[in-house]
């Protein structure tokens, strides 16, 4: 069994900033990618960001490119996403996915195998 636990979220005005972190657990697993993901009320699960874990190559949701910076910590199986300049349209549950096949989108949330539980991110205008 994996675990995603995820923290950091909360409260922030616009213009603010949060770091959200994503701690994966269990026995054994192999990580080809992590990545973030973000749901709001009525919406669809929409994609953020992603890195590889072997190289760290990264990828980005135009809706935030240029404010937001994914980073890996490979010995504590951590995945971070600093965001800056929010803005109210970033309030969403922000979710910590985990991919253990390389085949297929990096930005296809069907693909990730294991999810965590969520972190609410509400950015008030």
């Known amino acids: 069994q994996v675990q995603l636990v995820e923290s950091g979220g909360g409260l922030v005005q616009t213009g603010g900033s949060l770091r959200l972190a994503c701690e994966a657990s269990?026995?054994?697993?192999?990580?080809?990618?992590m990545g973030w993901f973000r749901q709001a009320p009525g919406k669809e699960r929409e994609f953020v960001a992603a890195i590889r874990w072997s190289d760290t190559v990264t990828y980005y949701a135009d809706s935030v490119k240029g404010r937001a910076t994914i980073s890996s910590d490979y010995a504590k199986n951590t995945v971070y996403l600093q965001m800056n300049s929010l803005k109210p349209e970033d309030t969403a549950v922000y979710y910590c996915?985990?991919?253990?096949?390389?085949?297929?989108?990096?930005?296809?949330?069907?693909?990730?195998?294991?999810w965590g539980q969520g972190t609410q991110v509400t950015v008030s205008s």
């Open positions: 269990g026995r054994t697993f192999t990580i080809y990618a």
């Open positions: 996915a985990l991919r253990s096949t390389m085949y297929g989108s990096i930005h296809n949330a069907a693909e990730y195998a294991f």
